[in-house]
């Protein structure tokens, strides 16, 4: 694992909150009896609040107003990547592990809220402009109007068949997916060639017992015996029964949200404003070249003063033809028309 991506790891487990113990651990371990025997739609609705972000989290007014999720919501059809730098392609790797590939859908995806009439959002009215540029709204628009995914999640009901290694799979799509969209958008704003924790993605899987934490990355690979990969790591593990246990869950859970709403939330910002200006900068100097495009165009039908040898031209000095009153019409003469 690169060091930027273990400290990133370390900062994620090892911070200490000093806060009281969550409420929400104690509302999990007593709700996970009743929970076991749903379905993964109604464990979801049951659970999914208490394991993450509530309602009351997202509508307040506090730091954590500025995110928001969406459930059961389809990522973009081009979000995967296509190939890497290798030849190799992502697809043909994920049919070899877990067969056909289908657009990645997380049960539950955690981002940042877009500006709107009635919310204002993670970002500024400035900054949701240079986001609406192409080729940012593109890269963007990963999951409808949730703004740059962190966190994903995927649910399993052991007793409808489900199961950790389905949830995993699914996942590392989910990963890949974000992981790449976030690359893309760093790489056209501007930065050469981005560290692996600034594009790294976290993700659970939940079943009817336990949940894993999942750290996702780019490996960028630096030759045949490296190639350029995807990389999923399980990070951490909890029994939801054991009060405890979802004790310390629920302190790496305010970990992953602290860095969401700190250094992540940052890079963003700044690749933002480095694209805007990249863009002011592009207008400029096309405006400056279309301006001395014109000039030269206007300065090419500027009749130039007659030089002094067309000035000393017999046939500028020729008398002009004078039309016959007569109506006999003009008569030739020796010397020209008169």
């Known amino acids: 694992m690169p060091d930027d991506l273990a400290e990133l790891k370390a900062q994620i487990l090892d911070t ?14 007593a709700l996970w009896r009743k929970t076991r025997d749903l379905t993964e739609e109604d464990a979801i609705v049951r659970l999914a609040d208490h394991m993450v972000l509530g309602e009351d989290d997202i509508s307040s007014e506090g730091p954590n107003s500025i995110l928001d999720c969406t459930k059961n919501r389809d990522f973009a059809k081009d979000s ?8 190799d392609t992502i697809g043909q790797q994920a049919r070899r592990d877990a067969g056909p590939l289908s657009t990645p859908r997380p049960d539950v995806t955690y981002g940042y809220a877009q500006r709107s009439a009635f919310c204002d959002g993670a970002f500024t009215k400035a900054e949701e402009e240079a986001l609406s540029i192409k080729p940012l709204c593109d ?43 976030l690359y893309r958008f760093l ?8 560290q692996p924790s600034d594009t790294a993605h976290l993700s659970l899987t939940v079943d009817s017992d336990i949940v894993y934490i999942y750290l996702h990355w ?10 350029q990969s995807w990389e999923m790591d399980e990070i951490f593990a909890a029994m939801l029964g054991q009060e405890s246990q979802m004790v310390e869950f629920r302190r790496k859970i305010h970990n992953v949200l602290d ?53 000393l031209s017999p046939s500028l000095g020729r008398k002009r033809r004078r039309i016959d009153r007569t109506g006999s019409g003009p008569s030739l003469r020796p010397g020209g028309f008169s």
């Open 16 to 29: 200490s909150r000093d806060r009281p113990p969550s409420p929400r651990a104690r509302k999990i371990s």
């Open 80 to 87: 995967f990547p296509v190939q890497d730098v290798m030849g």
């Open 139 to 181: 890269i963007v628009n990963l999951c409808g109007s949730l703004r740059f995914p962190f966190l994903t999640v995927q649910w399993k009901s052991l007793l409808y068949g489900g199961n950790q290694e389905q949830a995993r799979i699914q996942g590392s799509k989910d990963g890949v997916a974000a992981v790449h969209s």
């Open 187 to 194: 790489r056209e704003t501007g930065t050469e060639t981005p």
């Open 218 to 227: 780019r490996n960028e690979g630096d030759g045949l015996d490296n190639p």
């Open 259 to 311: 860095f969401a709403l700190g250094r992540r939330l940052r890079m963003l910002k700044k690749a933002i404003a480095r694209f805007a200006q990249l863009k002011k900068t592009s207008a400029t100097h096309e405006g400056c070249f279309s301006s001395t495009c014109r000039t030269k165009r206007r300065a090419a039908f500027v009749t130039p003063p007659p030089s002094q040898e067309s000035e």
